[in-house]
């Protein structure tokens, strides 16, 4: 019986990793912003448990969904035929989409979320990777 951990090429493991660090960084940076924020405008800018959780809970979404493209690429390069392999990036990619419109909806819905701490997170591994190739192209 294998492993999950063993279906998982080393280039998703390790670009998952690399986007699990650019998250919890960018939300910490969050919650620092959301902390000044709230010193300046403390009847306007919240900072209490629910920034917390909403950075907790959207930043594991950002991290499942750059996973789950992953996996769907992985599995989308094994397939011998072009048109299925299109159609698993297309249904990934829908059910990705699916996820963080549902992580919306608690945000708006479940009081123990904020709800712009809770949809920032995702923006942040898809900003990091730009800042990542741009820092790379103004190297070379």
């Known amino acids: 019986m294998s492993n999950f951990g063993d279906k998982v090429q080393p280039a998703v493991k390790k670009e998952t990793k690399n986007v ?3 998250t919890v960084v960018g939300v910490v940076v969050m919650w620092v912003g959301f902390l000044i924020l709230h010193l300046i405008w403390p009847e306007k800018i919240p900072f209490d448990y629910r920034v917390i959780l909403g950075g907790i809970g959207g930043g594991a979404v950002a991290v499942l969904n750059f996973f789950l493209m ?12 072009e048109a299925g392999a299109k159609r698993r990036v297309q249904a990934s990619y829908l059910q990705r989409k699916l996820m ?3 992580l919306a909806i608690l945000g708006l819905v479940l009081p123990c979320f904020q709800f712009a701490a809770g949809n920032l997170p995702p923006l942040i591994p898809g900003t990091a990777l730009k800042l990542k190739g741009i820092k790379k192209s103004i190297k070379s």
């Open 70 to 81: 992953g996996m769907a690429v992985q599995k989308a390069v094994s397939e011998t035929d």
């Open 100 to 102: 963080q419109m549902l």
């Open 20 to 22: 699990a660090i650019y």
